[in-house]
């Protein structure tokens, strides 16, 4: 049970991700799926219930002992945290507004953003897009783990405290892999979620907010929902980078478990997922899938084979020129840069003698 894991390295690949292509595909023998690529207005209603019902629980536990403040935060908040880290994720893909709102979502996705005690939305937005372009990208998908993480843990121990500390990896990895400059909307969503948390400490006190803080920290943790950050694109049978989790905890997910049919459609709501699957059913049906996240969680911990490292990789030819970009300081890019000092030097050269 404590033995290391065999793998390690990451399974690296020299071919394009999977989903462009099948989406190609798709779209030629299935056109009415188009009819799908349009807003889910129901998504603004569920998160505003979901807000009210979080800012309920707030005012209840307020007088609670502590022993049930903690109890309830795992059963109850966890599980609202959670999903509305989900309903970020798709507010992120402007699911709520459409595209040509988008600014409306991102406002949206900060009020969103509020009962989970901590400001995620805009930075998600930005590094969840490079999940979905670059796939496996190495240096620019943040959803990959770092090499320390895959060294480190490499037994059912460790393994199990990885995942119990999700939450920090998800946090820390992008300014490891890819640091991005903060923008005018990130410190905006700071600023907003400082003040709810002084708000909520005002009204109803530290068990308000310790409430609202370990239900977003044991959601994101160990916890079945958390089984989809593994289930969606860790290598249990090799060859295969993203899979699908059809089971109950959909519903709360925001169909977050049809992770092929997101990847190949991602302009799609998760609402409307499951109908692309029974249209295109030939091209789902016979691929991988879950019906359980708790086991995939047992089966990540226990199975010798699986690790942080049980992750396809590829390098793009995109990454010099991305990296290039979105690590530059302040708003200026290498891009720039290079167009000025090459500009400079022509003119340089032409007022030689």
Same mark, same amino acid.
Request: proline share 5%; net charge positive.
């Given at each position: 049970? !404590?033995?290391?894991? @065999?793998?390690?390295?990451?399974?690296? #690949?020299?071919?394009?991700?999977?989903?462009? %292509?099948r989406r190609k595909e798709i779209l030629a023998k299935h056109p009415e799926i188009k009819a799908l690529m349009k807003p889910d207005y129901n998504l603004i209603w569920? #998160?505003?219930?979901?807000? *009210? &019902?979080? +800012?309920?629980?707030?005012?209840? #536990?307020? %007088? *609670?002992?502590?022993?049930?403040? #903690?109890?309830?935060?795992?059963?109850? !908040?966890?599980?609202?945290?959670? =999903?509305?880290? +989900?309903?970020?994720?798709?507010? =992120?893909?402007?699911?709520?507004?459409g595209n040509s709102k988008a600014m409306w979502n991102r406002w949206? !996705?900060?009020? @969103?953003? *509020?009962?989970?005690?901590? $400001?995620?939305?805009?930075? /998600?937005?930005?590094?969840?897009m490079d999940h979905?372009?670059? +796939?496996?990208? %190495?240096?620019?998908?943040?959803?990959? $783990?770092?090499? /320390?993480?895959?060294? /480190?843990?490499?037994? $059912? /121990?460790?393994?199990?405290?990885?995942?119990?500390?999700?939450p920090f990896f998800y946090a820390i990895r992008p300014l490891c892999i890819n640091p991005k400059p903060i923008t005018r909307l990130e410190i905006i969503n700071l600023l907003a979620q400082l003040a709810f948390d002084v708000a909520i400490y005002y009204l109803w006190g530290v068990k308000s907010i310790f409430y609202m803080l370990a239900g977003s920290v044991l959601g994101l943790g160990l916890h079945p929902?958390?089984?989809?950050?593994? &289930?969606?694109?860790?290598?249990? +049978?090799?060859?295969?980078?993203?899979?699908?989790?059809? !089971?109950? *905890?959909n519903l709360l997910t925001f169909n977050v478990g049809y992770h092929n049919e997101h990847h190949d459609f991602p302009n799609i709501p998760g609402k409307s997922l499951p109908l692309?699957?029974?249209? @295109? @059913?030939?091209?789902? %049906?016979?691929? $991988?899938?879950?019906n359980s996240w708790i086991k995939v969680l047992y089966d990540f911990v226990m199975d010798d084979t699986i690790s942080p490292y049980s992750r396809m990789k590829r390098q793009l030819k995109e990454k010099t020129e991305h990296l290039c970009v979105?690590? =530059?300081?302040?708003?200026?890019?290498?891009?720039?840069?290079?167009c000025t000092l090459k500009a400079l030097t022509s003119t340089l050269k032409a007022q030689q003698p």
């Amino acid at each position: 049970m !404590g033995n290391t894991v @065999a793998r390690e390295d990451f399974e690296w #690949v020299y071919t394009d991700q999977p989903h462009a %292509d099948r989406r190609k595909e798709i779209l030629a023998k299935h056109p009415e799926i188009k009819a799908l690529m349009k807003p889910d207005y129901n998504l603004i209603w569920v #998160v505003v219930l979901m807000v *009210l &019902a979080q +800012l309920t629980a707030f005012y209840l #536990v307020k %007088d *609670l002992d502590w022993k049930w403040v #903690v109890f309830w935060a795992y059963v109850f !908040g966890s599980c609202i945290s959670h =999903s509305m880290t +989900l309903a970020i994720h798709e507010i =992120s893909h402007n699911s709520a507004f459409g595209n040509s709102k988008a600014m409306w979502n991102r406002w949206f !996705g900060i009020f @969103a953003n *509020l009962p989970l005690g901590l $400001p995620y939305s805009i930075s /998600f937005k930005r590094y969840h897009m490079d999940h979905h372009r670059y +796939l496996g990208g %190495d240096g620019i998908d943040v959803d990959i $783990p770092t090499n /320390f993480e895959g060294w /480190f843990f490499c037994t $059912p /121990f460790r393994k199990f405290i990885w995942i119990v500390l999700q939450p920090f990896f998800y946090a820390i990895r992008p300014l490891c892999i890819n640091p991005k400059p903060i923008t005018r909307l990130e410190i905006i969503n700071l600023l907003a979620q400082l003040a709810f948390d002084v708000a909520i400490y005002y009204l109803w006190g530290v068990k308000s907010i310790f409430y609202m803080l370990a239900g977003s920290v044991l959601g994101l943790g160990l916890h079945p929902i958390s089984g989809h950050f593994i &289930a969606e694109h860790y290598m249990f +049978l090799k060859g295969h980078e993203t899979y699908s989790y059809y !089971g109950p *905890l959909n519903l709360l997910t925001f169909n977050v478990g049809y992770h092929n049919e997101h990847h190949d459609f991602p302009n799609i709501p998760g609402k409307s997922l499951p109908l692309v699957k029974k249209i @295109a @059913a030939e091209y789902y %049906d016979n691929l $991988p899938q879950y019906n359980s996240w708790i086991k995939v969680l047992y089966d990540f911990v226990m199975d010798d084979t699986i690790s942080p490292y049980s992750r396809m990789k590829r390098q793009l030819k995109e990454k010099t020129e991305h990296l290039c970009v979105s690590s =530059s300081q302040g708003r200026k890019s290498c891009v720039r840069m290079w167009c000025t000092l090459k500009a400079l030097t022509s003119t340089l050269k032409a007022q030689q003698p």
